[in-house]
């Protein structure tokens, strides 16, 4: 499956952002998805992630609360609507995909990538 992630931009603290991530070349419903970020010279950390159904979701503590991920299975897109943004969600945002019942918070679990997205909160 290939993955286009988009809706990166700048956005002032407290705003809001949504990110898409278009999906083809597969079943979409049969594979968790997940967004992560990279900062500059930082790992490249979870963020958040959705069941292939939908059914369930998982975030990081760090966007608890102010991060929403959702999925439309019929347009082959998962999304990630940030609210209340802060500087520190500075990053290029990636989605990932594999093929599987569950969600996983693991970088390794994954193995299809997005080109990634960069998001610039300003102070």
């Known amino acids: 499956v290939q993955l286009q992630a988009s809706g990166g931009g700048l956005v002032q603290a407290g705003g809001s952002l949504r990110l898409s991530c278009a999906a083809s070349g597969g079943t979409f419903s049969r594979y968790a998805t997940g967004w992560f970020r990279q900062a500059p010279g930082k790992e490249r950390d979870f963020v958040a992630a959705i069941s292939g159904s939908g059914g369930r979701t998982v975030y990081a503590d760090s966007v608890k609360g102010r991060f929403s991920i959702s999925r439309d299975n019929a347009k082959n897109t998962v999304y990630l609507q940030m609210n209340s943004v802060k500087p520190e969600d500075t990053a290029v945002y990636y989605c990932?995909?594999?093929?599987?019942?569950?969600?996983?918070?693991?970088?390794?679990?994954?193995?299809?990538w997005g080109q990634g997205t960069l998001v610039t909160v300003s102070s």
């Open positions: 990932a995909a594999y093929s599987g019942p569950n969600i996983s918070q693991y970088r390794g679990t994954y193995d299809y």
